[in-house]
């Protein structure tokens, strides 16, 4: 097998050993803090409480308890004295229950495009990124707020983004019901990249031809992992005749003059049916390893997880 090529690095424009507290006050600069105590309906809110209240939920994330109340019990067991010193529990619950990002012109909008200007600041992405989605579990009455079968918390907030190898999300974007489609998401999220080669992964939810037309339009590579029988255009009737368990089959097409490898891995347990992998790339060098069957390309293992982290 060939070496594999070396990718672009990610790049920190912090400075070098920074302190945790020099990289949270980047993000939360004086903008952002001004943003938070317009949007937040607690009384007499000042920047001081609303450190307190992100200390408290820095804490809550590291010592976590079955419910927030607990920390504040009076049970040995569930108290924790560090966060008692810090703020009441009745304080805390009213900044936690204060947030309304529909204040106004103040809307969620508003605040997501400002923290993608804080993120992007200071962050070049890799050569490699994921493009994915992620629930943010909510029981808030939004009518944002969505439900995703299969999901382990189904209820929430659906963002899409774009993600790079050091598992740092540097584009935000949160989906609309009945809003937008998947191709003008991923418009809007590869606008927000600095001028650079990239070579994206994704899951069947942005695997489109559509897509895959869009990435090479900017001249990126691209390899989308998708459903059996999609995009039908490739897929259907196409590489799944007479497939054989352990057994790969790829064609390549042309659409638009732009050529698309479309590969079949049909993968099998001991006792189990044979299971089928679709891929679309834009790879022409592509290398098998059969024994294990995983995918291998010439710049890292096609599985998206493991080459960025999970979005």
Same mark, same amino acid.
């Given at each position: 097998?060939?070496?594999?090529?070396?990718?672009?690095? &990610?790049?920190?424009?912090?400075?070098?050993?920074?302190?945790?507290?020099?990289?949270?006050? %980047?993000?939360?600069?004086?903008?952002?803090?001004?943003?938070?105590?317009?949007?937040?309906?607690?009384?007499?809110?000042?920047?001081?409480?609303?450190?307190?209240?992100? &200390?408290?939920?820095?804490?809550? /994330?590291?010592?976590?308890?079955?419910?927030?109340?607990?920390?504040?019990?009076? *049970?040995? *067991?569930l108290e924790n004295l560090s966060i008692k010193k810090i703020m009441s529990r009745n304080l805390f619950e009213e900044i936690h229950l204060g947030w309304s990002f529909s204040y106004g012109k103040q809307?969620?909008?508003?605040?997501?495009?400002?923290?993608?200007?804080?993120?992007?600041?200071?962050?070049?992405?890799?050569?490699?990124?994921?493009?994915? *989605? &992620?629930?943010?579990?909510?029981?808030?009455?939004?009518?944002?707020?969505?439900?995703?079968?299969?999901?382990?918390?189904?209820?929430?907030?659906?963002? +899409?983004?774009?993600?790079?190898?050091?598992? +740092?999300?540097?584009?935000?974007?949160?989906?609309?019901?009945?809003?937008d489609k998947v191709i003008d998401i991923s418009l809007r999220l590869l606008n927000s990249l600095p001028k650079a080669p990239y070579h994206f992964y994704s899951d069947n939810h942005f695997s489109s031809?559509?897509?895959?037309?869009?990435?090479?339009? +900017?001249?990126?590579?691209?390899?989308?992992?998708?459903?059996?029988?999609?995009?039908?255009?490739?897929?259907? !009737?196409?590489?799944?005749?007479?497939?054989?368990?352990?057994?790969?089959?790829?064609?390549?097409?042309?659409?638009?003059?732009?050529? /698309?490898?479309?590969?079949?891995?049909?993968?099998?347990?001991?006792?189990?049916?044979?299971?089928?992998?679709?891929?679309?790339? &834009?790879?022409?060098?592509?290398?098998?390893?059969?024994?294990?069957? !995983?995918?291998?390309? %010439?710049?890292? /293992?096609?599985?998206? +997880? *493991?080459?960025?982290?999970?979005?």
């Amino acid at each position: 097998m060939q070496n594999q090529s070396a990718s672009r690095k &990610s790049k920190c424009l912090l400075p070098k050993n920074s302190s945790i507290k020099v990289c949270f006050f %980047s993000l939360f600069d004086d903008e952002v803090i001004k943003f938070l105590l317009k949007i937040n309906k607690a009384k007499n809110l000042t920047k001081s409480k609303l450190f307190n209240y992100f &200390s408290i939920i820095e804490k809550t /994330i590291i010592s976590r308890r079955h419910e927030l109340r607990h920390h504040w019990s009076t *049970e040995p *067991e569930l108290e924790n004295l560090s966060i008692k010193k810090i703020m009441s529990r009745n304080l805390f619950e009213e900044i936690h229950l204060g947030w309304s990002f529909s204040y106004g012109k103040q809307t969620i909008f508003n605040f997501i495009n400002l923290i993608n200007q804080k993120i992007q600041k200071f962050w070049v992405p890799s050569e490699i990124l994921s493009l994915d *989605e &992620s629930m943010i579990p909510s029981k808030a009455r939004s009518k944002h707020r969505r439900y995703l079968a299969r999901k382990p918390r189904g209820n929430g907030l659906v963002v +899409y983004g774009i993600a790079d190898k050091c598992k +740092y999300v540097y584009a935000n974007e949160l989906a609309i019901r009945n809003g937008d489609k998947v191709i003008d998401i991923s418009l809007r999220l590869l606008n927000s990249l600095p001028k650079a080669p990239y070579h994206f992964y994704s899951d069947n939810h942005f695997s489109s031809l559509k897509n895959a037309i869009l990435f090479d339009r +900017y001249g990126y590579r691209y390899t989308c992992s998708c459903r059996y029988d999609r995009p039908k255009e490739l897929f259907k !009737e196409f590489l799944h005749k007479g497939i054989k368990a352990f057994e790969i089959k790829f064609a390549q097409t042309k659409i638009e003059n732009r050529k /698309i490898m479309a590969i079949t891995i049909a993968d099998k347990i001991e006792g189990k049916p044979i299971k089928l992998f679709n891929i679309i790339t &834009s790879n022409q060098n592509i290398f098998f390893n059969k024994t294990r069957m !995983e995918t291998r390309f %010439s710049n890292g /293992i096609c599985e998206k +997880y *493991e080459i960025c982290g999970q979005f």
